[in-house]
């Protein structure tokens, strides 16, 4: 499968923007989906995931309240609506994707719970 993110861009701080990860080659229905981000100088971050049936979504404690997760089946797209946009929010956005597991999503925050990876997207947020 095949990840790309799309959406980034320069906003002003209490803005928002809403982030597209596409996938090809096979359908998002068989992946659970995850975003994470990554500042200068700065290890990945975790920001949110959504489980194969959209029924679970996890955040991370930075964006909760602000940040929500979705997915579009029918057209294969993954999104993350950020609103309230703060200058800690800037970075690059990545969008990741989770094969199929009867476990289910045993650590959704980890980096290394995730099979597959897009390249990233720069949002930069401005005060």
């Known amino acids: 499968v095949q990840l790309q993110a799309s959406g980034g861009g320069s906003v002003q701080a209490g803005a928002s923007l809403r982030l597209s990860c596409a996938t090809s080659g096979r359908t998002v229905r068989n992946y659970a989906m995850g975003w994470f981000r990554q500042a200068p100088g700065k290890e990945r971050e975790f920001v949110a995931t959504?489980?194969?049936?959209?029924?679970?979504?996890y955040y991370g404690d930075s964006v909760k309240g602000r940040f929500t997760i979705s997915r579009d089946d029918p057209n294969n797209t993954v999104y993350l609506q950020m609103n309230s946009l703060k200058p800690e929010d800037a970075a690059v956005y990545y969008c990741?994707?989770?094969?199929?597991?009867?476990?289910?999503?045993?650590?959704?925050?980890?980096?290394?719970?995730?099979?597959?990876w897009g390249q990233g997207t720069q949002v930069t947020v401005s005060s």
């Open positions: 990741a994707a989770k094969d199929w597991s009867r476990r289910g999503l045993q650590n959704p925050s980890e980096v290394n719970e995730y099979d597959h």
């Open positions: 959504i489980s194969w049936t959209g029924s679970l979504t």
